[in-house]
């Protein structure tokens, strides 16, 4: 299959990333993307950028390097409620909008307070993706969380740097493997992402493809198969 999109990825701006726009939309290009999503790190993640920066992303081309880019955020989830860190106003000028559960912003609860929260975000008619819903500090109970994301087009993500050994978040493969078994069950498509903090990383899937191909995990529910088939879900979600 080829993967023709990848829509979580930071620059400088997100304050623990290294490269600008152009230099990540350059090296999707080499690779051979036809769209690159950056969504930077929400307010409350330390160090990042603040409301004005996200407001002002109308300015910003939707090509660069000769490939279509998507600009939006990568949302911190605050509370058990799902709540996120940028209001409705700023979140309707974006382009995509992920929602994220990390350490930095909200201590890990029991498995029926991370599940809540998970689920008010995929609840916010905002929200597009949830990311990296793979982290064992954080147990969720995935089926209602498949369930939900099925009920409301909300995309379910499978993240490249959750399953790299040399990172910090916990029994990825394990959560992701209970997590896409439930996918095919309820036939509820994926989004195959990088989450890439450095030019490198840009369009990466090596361990993501690997989990896919072990799971024999159906082509037709990874959206990164056509920039159209990725658009339309996201849109349909607006149309409820």
């Given at each position: 299959?080829?993967?023709?999109?990848?829509?979580?990825?930071?620059?400088?701006?997100?304050?623990?990333?290294?490269?600008?726009?152009?230099?990540?939309?350059?090296?999707?290009?080499e690779k051979g993307l036809k769209l690159l999503g950056i969504t930077e790190h929400?307010?409350?993640?330390?160090?990042?950028?603040?409301?004005?920066?996200?407001?002002?992303?109308?300015?910003?081309?939707?090509?660069?390097?000769?490939?279509?880019?998507?600009?939006?955020?990568?949302?911190?989830?605050?509370?058990?409620?799902?709540?996120?860190?940028?209001?409705?106003?700023?979140?309707?000028?974006?382009?995509?909008?992920?929602?994220?559960?990390?350490?930095?912003?909200?201590?890990?609860?029991?498995?029926?307070?991370?599940?809540?929260?998970?689920?008010?975000?995929?609840?916010?008619?905002?929200?597009?993706?949830?990311?990296?819903?793979?982290?064992?500090?954080?147990?969720?109970?995935?089926?209602?969380?498949?369930?939900?994301?099925?009920?409301?087009?909300?995309?379910?993500?499978?993240?490249?740097?959750?399953?790299?050994?040399?990172?910090?978040?916990?029994?990825?493969?394990?959560?992701?493997?209970?997590?896409?078994?439930?996918?095919?069950?309820?036939?509820?498509?994926v989004i195959m992402n990088s989450d890439a903090h450095v030019f490198a990383d840009v369009g990466r899937r090596d361990f993501s493809?690997?989990?896919?191909?072990?799971?024999?995990?159906?082509?037709?529910?990874?959206?990164?198969?056509?920039?159209?088939?990725?658009?339309?879900?996201?849109?349909?979600?607006?149309?409820?």
């Amino acid at each position: 299959m080829d993967y023709l999109l990848d829509v979580h990825t930071h620059t400088i701006a997100s304050g623990h990333a290294y490269n600008s726009m152009m230099e990540m939309a350059k090296a999707g290009f080499e690779k051979g993307l036809k769209l690159l999503g950056i969504t930077e790190h929400a307010p409350m993640m330390p160090g990042s950028c603040s409301n004005m920066y996200f407001h002002n992303l109308k300015v910003v081309p939707r090509s660069l390097c000769g490939i279509e880019v998507m600009l939006g955020a990568e949302l911190n989830i605050l509370d058990y409620d799902g709540h996120v860190d940028l209001d409705d106003h700023v979140l309707r000028q974006l382009d995509i909008k992920i929602a994220s559960l990390h350490s930095v912003c909200i201590l890990p609860g029991t498995r029926e307070e991370n599940t809540r929260a998970v689920l008010g975000a995929i609840r916010n008619p905002m929200i597009d993706i949830i990311g990296h819903p793979d982290d064992g500090i954080y147990p969720l109970d995935y089926e209602p969380i498949v369930e939900a994301a099925r009920e409301t087009n909300t995309l379910l993500e499978v993240n490249n740097n959750s399953l790299n050994p040399m990172g910090a978040r916990k029994n990825t493969r394990g959560n992701l493997i209970t997590m896409l078994e439930l996918c095919k069950q309820y036939e509820q498509p994926v989004i195959m992402n990088s989450d890439a903090h450095v030019f490198a990383d840009v369009g990466r899937r090596d361990f993501s493809e690997e989990l896919i191909r072990d799971l024999d995990f159906p082509e037709e529910l990874i959206v990164n198969r056509s920039v159209g088939v990725f658009k339309d879900y996201i849109n349909k979600k607006y149309q409820k």
